[in-house]
């Protein structure tokens, strides 16, 4: 706008137009709207007013003295430095640029890789409009495939290794099905060739119907029917010998 306005005011000057109520207007809005511009500090030249004096930029002389810390090998005092930038100049146009060399230096420290990530990210998020987020946006994006693969890959393992403990379980139970129905079979045939082999157990005694034995002598019958004839006397003895 100031460089707008100032062009304006050029081209009434230069036009050779004899009112200057234009020009002036048009230099007093500069100086009164945009007193720290450039152009402002011109007007000023072209009237004879004292030039404003500018003011320190203390995140441009903080950066610079991060810079030279860098270039002597002192990257704890720049990371330092370049954190006060981003603390106390957070609107200021070097806070980016000291963020985004913050991540530069840890990305190009192997013990510190994983906090240049961190620091990309939150220069994505909190400046994204500045020229420093399209140089990180590859790295982040890279980084996040990385990580996306890794944790497949993790799952995958995982997967594969509980598919491996399901296998082998499955395995040991079938196997332990195999020996129960075989030990089972082989329960069954011992007892039947127990059953088969088995002698046949004796009646008790008192359990046997008392049978006639034919030796034993029988009752008392009358003398005439009982007594044994003797084979070596003739009936008529017999009768003699019954009277």
């Given at each position: 706008?100031?460089?707008?306005?100032?062009?304006?005011?050029?081209?009434?000057?230069?036009?050779?137009?004899?009112?200057?109520?234009?020009?002036?207007?048009?230099?007093?809005?500069?100086?009164?709207?945009?007193?720290?511009?450039?152009?402002?500090?011109?007007?000023?030249?072209?009237?004879?007013?004292?030039?404003?004096?500018?003011?320190?930029?203390?995140?441009?002389?903080?950066?610079?003295?991060?810079?030279?810390?860098?270039?002597?090998?002192?990257?704890?005092?720049?990371?330092?430095?370049?954190?006060?930038?981003?603390k106390k100049f957070p609107q200021s146009s070097y806070a980016p640029k000291a963020l985004y060399t913050t991540g530069?230096?840890?990305?190009?420290?192997?013990?510190?890789?994983?906090?240049?990530?961190?620091?990309?990210?939150?220069?994505?998020?909190?400046?994204?409009?500045?020229?420093?987020?399209?140089?990180?946006?590859?790295?982040?994006?890279?980084?996040?495939?990385?990580?996306?693969?890794?944790?497949?890959?993790?799952?995958?393992?995982?997967a594969d290794s509980a598919a491996a403990v399901k296998a082998k379980a499955d395995s040991i139970a079938s196997a332990?099905?195999?020996?129960?129905?075989?030990?089972?079979?082989?329960?069954?045939?011992?007892?039947?060739?127990?059953?088969?082999?088995?002698?046949?157990?004796?009646?008790?005694?008192?359990?046997?119907?008392?049978?006639?034995?034919?030796?034993?002598?029988?009752?008392?019958?009358?003398?005439?029917?009982?007594?044994?004839?003797?084979?070596?006397?003739?009936?008529?003895?017999?009768?003699?010998?019954?009277?």
């Open positions: 706008t100031p460089r707008s306005l100032f062009v304006i005011a050029d081209l009434h000057r230069l036009s050779g137009a004899t009112d200057t109520i234009i020009v002036d207007s048009l230099y007093a809005r500069i100086l009164a709207d945009y007193p720290a511009s450039p152009y402002a500090q011109e007007v000023r030249k072209m009237r004879g007013i004292p030039l404003l004096l500018p003011e320190r930029d203390h995140a441009k002389e903080l950066y610079q003295s991060a810079e030279r810390s860098i270039d002597e090998g002192a990257r704890d005092s720049a990371l330092s430095k370049l954190a006060l930038i981003q530069w230096l840890y990305e190009n420290n192997p013990a510190r890789r994983d906090s240049a990530s961190a620091v990309y990210r939150r220069l994505a998020v909190q400046y994204p409009l500045t020229l420093y987020a399209p140089k990180i946006q590859p790295k982040i994006a890279a980084e996040d495939q990385l990580r996306l693969e890794e944790e497949q890959a993790r799952q995958k393992a995982a332990n099905k195999r020996i129960d129905s075989l030990s089972g079979r082989i329960a069954r045939a011992d007892s039947i060739a127990g059953a088969v082999s088995k002698p046949e157990q004796s009646i008790p005694p008192a359990a046997v119907p008392k049978m006639r034995d034919s030796t034993t002598a029988p009752a008392a019958l009358p003398r005439d029917s009982t007594e044994k004839k003797s084979p070596f006397l003739t009936p008529r003895q017999e009768r003699i010998k019954k009277k």
